[in-house]
């Protein structure tokens, strides 16, 4: 790994290599919500898949349960997921009614 490597980079990575994950020939699926923390470790993954010749896909759950903002997540998501991937799955799962009013209380 180059020594201008991102700390956060190099945690991943030994993160990986210990549980032996993300081998050449592997194919796995990196959960993102759009935010800051799922954002930095799609990135740092999908360095070191294609580094390592696993594939990866990233997958995005859309609750429905903040209206546009909820929308704009979505689009994040896909347009990170094919700068970085190349493949998103999508998927909806829209929340119950009791759901979103208890978000709306807050």
């Known amino acids: ?6 700390p ?3 945690a991943v990575k030994q993160a990986l290599d210990r ?4 081998q050449r020939g592997d194919r796995a699926i990196a959960a993102i919500s759009a935010g800051p923390d799922s954002t930095a470790l799609l990135a740092a993954v999908a360095s070191l898949a294609h ?3 696993a594939e990866l ?4 759950l859309d609750h429905g349960l903040r209206g546009k903002e909820s929308d704009l997540d979505r689009k994040h998501a896909r347009a990170l997921a094919r700068a970085l991937v190349g493949i998103m799955e999508p998927g909806c799962f829209p929340a119950r009614p009791a759901a979103r009013k208890a978000l ?3």
């Open 104 to 106: 709306d209380k807050r």
């Open 57 to 60: 896909f990233a997958f995005h």
């Open 51 to 53: 580094a390592r010749g």
């Open 1 to 6: 790994m180059p020594k201008n490597t991102h």
């Open 19 to 22: 549980y032996q994950m993300l």
């Open 8 to 10: 956060f980079e190099r």
